[in-house]
């Protein structure tokens, strides 16, 4: 969100103490992010599960990758890349349209707005704790001022989602208030 609100000018407050970083399996890239992490002080932390996250300070960095259905696995290993990242279902839509931005002499990918609002509509129902989904459903409600209706509506086009999911975004967009996509 940090992201979002400086190339979109957004007003969003919430201050996060973690990053995520979205990692496509399938693509061509072979470097060993462990040491560049650790060249930046930042140490691994692996949980019981063999999941590893890096810390430093206060601040996490974890890996994610899309879950290909089934039951979760504690983490997948991206060997080229010497992570252990978390399978997560929808991650995959992430990837749909994105946008790349310049931030601090970084060029960063990151979803586009209207895939990252998608994405959090349907997150935000599957949350366990409470404090989560509203912190998800907080999210979308900034991105509304910068969500293209027409695009979003086309990016949920090309997914097949379950009833159960099509009934959690519907049931988001009510608690945001968005009923340009209802």
């Known amino acids: 969100m940090v992201v979002y609100r400086s190339f979109h000018r957004l007003a969003y407050t919430l201050r996060t103490d973690d990053i995520d970083f979205a990692v496509e399996v399938a693509r061509n890239c072979e470097t060993d992010i462990p040491e560049i992490l650790r ?8 949980d019981l599960d063999g999941l590893e996250k890096f ?26 890349m010497k992570i ?6 929808f991650m995959s839509m992430l990837y749909l349209d994105p946008i790349t931005v ?3 002499g970084f060029s960063i990918r990151i979803p586009g ?8 509509l349907i997150v935000a129902q599957r949350r366990i704790k409470e404090s989560k989904k509203l912190k ?12 293209d209706a027409q695009k979003l509506a086309a990016i ?4 097949q989602f379950s009833k159960n999911t099509k009934a959690a975004i519907l049931k988001s967009v009510e608690a945001i208030g968005y009923s340009a996509f209802l």
Not at 113 to 120: A, M, N, Q, R
């Open 156 to 159: 949920a086009s090309t997914q």
């Open 136 to 147: 998800d459903l907080d999210q979308c409600k900034s991105l509304i001022p910068v969500i």
């Open 102 to 104: 310049d931030l601090q």
């Open 55 to 80: 810390i430093k300070g206060t601040f996490s960095i974890e890996f994610l990758v899309h879950r290909q259905g089934g039951k979760d696995a504690p983490y997948v290993p991206v060997k080229k």
């Open 84 to 89: 252990r990242a978390l399978p997560l279902p």
């Open 113 to 120: 707005v209207e895939t990252l609002f998608l994405h959090k």
């Open 39 to 46: 060249k930046l002080e930042y140490l691994p932390l692996m």
